[in-house]
């Protein structure tokens, strides 16, 4: 008989701490297999990175993105069967969770241990709201254990900074030796002279002779097809920057690693670590201190959005969650309806004080959608397991929120009661929400575009057009290209943010449009020709678009080929045949290379 299903049998007669105990010894080898497998995902980037799988590379992200649900749902039928009848007694579970704190207290990754202790507590219970007994609503630890090794990072200094980018892209530690590079003297000089540039026009500090210094963090970081070396580079004390230098690999047929392009400052480095990008990969023995050194270089980042950057979303949420939480306590304006346009599907609310948004399905979508509830979070899902491609913003999924009824604009808890109530109640002074996605805020597009400048609308709307077709590029179409669909970020970029009619763009049908031959046929206020449900007509779009005359005439004299079937269609080409086109995540002008940056799909 296996050790659980003697401790099923037996859960009835072992004393309440006994039984605590041996549920968190489950819980914590729970936690231990998963973060086991996690490393060895993880660690496969390096190899899928030399090796060009591509393939690979994007099914260990798949993989490792779907392990999480996997473990908890073992581990959940595990604590079903060890507790029993008594799987519901909240006294066992504050003493599990005592005995777990202990086990995981000297862990070089706690944090991410008590989110995994937060989600098993919330699939038994369903809790609305949150209960500190038997979930670490705070943590139980305000910094790294004295156990746990240090932030590993790679210094050098004592030369030009020419000779330190080497020094430091040929680390044995990167794993990266010199016979893997091409051409890297070349590069690293032109980067070398970027570096020397921004320090000139430095706003720290006057020219100085201080000698320069690189200082990394010790792991490389990799996503898609792209690997990046991050840190600080210093002039003296005083005079530093942010860095990341971006590497690829050269085509099939030329043998080598590229320094591609370097990155400075907070801008490049926060767009890198965007919202809408994928996780990177990348090794760490502690996520608390890299969290704490990639905000060292992106202050304005939350915890959130680092933590997610590095894969353990699960506990960006509980980040996000513990903030929440402490700003409602410090602030008094109530939630209200979002700005924008409102949605046919979703209802949108935030609070003016904080800058995400609250996105809720109706429970009766408005015409002429057709689509159902399913449909919607099925599109969430898709664009949480797909490769953003720097474009989509990341939706979190939560579920049972409880927030005082005080706190919200009576019109908007008219509206969430009228429109969603099945899935808002009121529970005396609290409103419960039982399911809702939350995202960051940003400035909704067609409200931008009527309010900035000639200038930043015209750049706004040559953005938009790069956006579609970097969705497109990853194999995604909007659905709807409206401009109400989607927003700009603090650093101008453009994003999509409304997924209900999102789709594969594989699965489209792009139509050239009939021409009428008829008197009747010109008139007609209706196609006069067959249409099927997944034909799309890119000639159309330009009618549908409601833009300041300099949005139109940028945009046209960028992107006129989005309204041309033979674009969309030769896309579809390319992504049939596996040839995925790189979407970068910085701009053209970063790149190093004259032949390198006239590659299509820089942003």
């Known amino acids: 008989m296996?050790?659980?299903?003697?401790?099923?049998?037996?859960?009835?007669?072992?004393?309440?701490?006994?039984?605590?105990?041996?549920?968190?010894?489950?819980?914590?080898?729970?936690?231990?297999?998963?973060?086991?497998?996690f490393q060895a995902i993880t660690l496969r980037a390096r190899e899928r990175?030399?090796?060009?799988?591509?393939?690979?590379?994007?099914?260990d992200a798949a993989e490792r993105l779907h392990l999480y649900t996997l473990q908890m749902e073992k581990l959940t039928t595990q604590i079903r069967e060890i507790m029993g009848p008594r799987v519901s007694e909240r006294g066992i579970w504050a003493g599990m969770k005592a005995v777990y704190s202990s086990l995981i207290a000297t862990s070089a990754k706690w944090e991410i241990a008590e989110s995994f202790f937060n989600s098993l507590t919330r699939r038994i219970f369903a809790t609305e709201g949150v209960d500190q007994s038997i979930e670490f609503v705070d943590t139980d630890f305000d910094e790294a254990p004295t156990t746990v090794p240090s932030d590993t990072r790679r210094v050098y200094s004592g030369d030009s900074i020419h000779e330190l980018l080497i020094a430091s892209l040929t680390d044995p530690s990167t794993g990266f030796a010199e016979e893997h590079w091409c051409a890297l003297d070349e590069t690293a000089q032109r980067a070398a002279e970027r570096l020397?540039?921004?320090?000139?026009?430095?706003?720290?500090?006057?020219?100085?002779n201080g000698r320069p210094k690189l200082e990394m963090i010790g792991s490389v970081f990799y996503r898609g097809r792209g690997a990046y070396v991050v840190g600080h580079a210093f002039r003296d004390s005083a005079d530093r920057a942010p860095v990341a230098i971006a590497l690829c690999l050269r085509r099939p047929d030329e043998a080598g690693i590229d320094l591609d392009a370097i990155l400075i400052g907070e801008t490049d480095l926060a767009i890198l670590f965007s919202f809408t990008r994928a996780y990177f990969r990348v090794d760490t023995k502690c996520p608390y201190q890299l969290v704490r050194s990639l905000h060292e270089l992106m202050p304005r980042k939350r915890l959130i959005d680092l933590y997610n950057a590095i894969g353990y979303h699960r506990h960006g949420k509980t980040e996000f969650y513990r903030d929440f939480v402490r700003h409602?306590?410090?602030?008094?304006?109530?939630?209200?309806?979002?700005?924008?346009?409102r949605g046919m599907v979703m209802l949108v609310f935030t609070l003016p004080s904080y800058d995400v948004v609250f996105k809720l399905i109706k429970d009766h979508f408005d015409y002429p959608k057709e689509n159902t509830r399913t449909d919607v979070m099925q599109r969430y899902r898709l664009v949480f397991e797909h490769d953003r491609a720097g474009r989509l913003v990341e939706a979190h999924?939560?579920?049972?929120?409880?927030?005082?009824?005080?706190?919200?604009?009576?019109?908007?808890?008219?509206?969430?009661?009228?429109?969603?109530?099945?899935?808002?109640?009121?529970?005396?002074?609290?409103?419960?929400?039982?399911?809702?996605?939350?995202?960051?805020?940003?400035?909704?597009?067609?409200?931008?575009?009527?309010?900035?400048?000639?200038?930043a609308v015209a750049a706004a709307a040559r953005d938009y057009g790069q956006s579609i077709k970097d969705l497109a590029a990853s194999n995604i179409f909007p659905g709807d290209l409206l401009t109400k669909n989607f927003g700009v970020t603090r650093h101008g970029r453009v994003v999509f943010y409304d997924y209900d009619e999102l789709c594969f763009l594989t699965d489209c049908n792009f139509r050239d449009l009939p021409q009428a031959t008829t008197p009747e046929q010109e008139m007609a206020a209706e196609p006069w020709f067959?249409?099927?449900?997944?034909?799309?007509?890119?000639?159309?779009?330009?009618?549908?678009?409601?833009?300041?005359?300099?949005?139109?005439?940028?945009?046209?004299?960028?992107?006129?080929?989005?309204?041309?079937?033979?674009f969309w269609?030769?896309?579809?080409?390319?992504?049939?045949?596996?040839?995925?086109?790189?979407?970068?995540?910085?701009?053209?002008?970063?790149?190093?290379?004259?032949?390198?940056?006239?590659?299509?799909?820089?942003?």
């Open 2 to 37: 296996s050790v659980i299903s003697a401790a099923s049998s037996e859960s009835a007669v072992l004393t309440d701490s006994r039984l605590a105990a041996l549920c968190a010894e489950t819980v914590e080898r729970a936690f231990a297999d998963y973060d086991k497998q």
């Open 49 to 59: 990175f030399l090796g060009r799988d591509w393939v690979g590379s994007f099914a």
């Open 196 to 208: 020397e540039a921004a320090f000139r026009v430095s706003p720290q500090k006057t020219p100085g």
């Open 328 to 341: 409602l306590r410090t602030s008094r304006d109530r939630f209200v309806t979002a700005e924008g346009a």
């Open 397 to 455: 999924e939560f579920e049972h929120l409880r927030i005082a009824r005080d706190r919200f604009d009576p019109a908007l808890l008219a509206d969430l009661l009228r429109d969603a109530s099945s899935i808002v109640r009121l529970d005396d002074d609290d409103v419960v929400i039982a399911h809702t996605y939350v995202e960051r805020r940003i400035r909704p597009l067609n409200l931008f575009l009527f309010e900035a400048n000639e200038g």
């Open 530 to 566: 067959s249409v099927r449900e997944n034909d799309i007509f890119p000639e159309e779009f330009p009618q549908f678009l409601r833009l300041p005359d300099a949005a139109r005439a940028s945009l046209l004299e960028r992107h006129a080929d989005l309204f041309r079937p033979e």
């Open 569 to 603: 269609r030769d896309m579809q080409e390319k992504l049939r045949a596996g040839e995925i086109p790189e979407v970068f995540p910085y701009k053209t002008e970063r790149r190093l290379s004259s032949s390198l940056a006239s590659v299509a799909g820089c942003t």
